[in-house]
Nanobody
Framework: QVTLVESGGGSVEAGGSLRLSCAAS????????MAWFRQTPGKAREGVAS????????WYGDSVKGRFTISRDNAKKTLYLQMNLLKPEDTAMYSC??????????????????WGQGTQVTVSS
């Protein structure tokens, strides 16, 4: 059984930082493209970032470029998202996802097989 468990969410003031983690089990983590998505009520799920199996190919959504950094530790089967200079518009439920390699040019939710339950990030102004 594949499980993805996110952690690290919380409430922070604008300009602050958070680091999200996603612990994976039940899959060959190093063989999967990994990504972060976010969603707010009433809006479509948005791709935040994706990372290739070896970590050498990374994609970021335009709204987070220069502020967020995705990384992975294949030995620990863990995906990370370092979020700096957070803005109120970053408030959302953040979920990690695993999918087939290669990742593709952009992170499209339909291409990912497995999803975590999500962790809430709330940024106040």
């Amino acid at each position: 059984q594949v499980t993805l468990v996110e952690s690290g969410g919380g409430s922070v003031e604008a300009g602050g930082s958070l680091r999200l983690s996603c612990a994976a089990s039940g899959l060959t983590f190093s063989g999967n493209c990994m990504a972060w998505f976010r969603q707010t009520p009433g809006k479509a799920r948005e791709g935040v970032a994706s990372i290739s199996t070896g970590g050498d190919r990374i994609w970021y959504g335009d709204s987070v470029k220069g502020r967020f950094t995705i990384s992975r530790d294949n030995a620990k089967k863990t995906l990370y998202l370092q979020m700096n200079l957070l803005k109120p518009e970053d408030t959302a439920m953040y979920s990690c996802a695993a999918g087939p390699s290669p990742c593709g040019v952009v992170a499209e939710a339909s291409k990912y097989w497995y999803w975590g339950q999500g962790t809430q990030v709330t940024v106040s102004s």
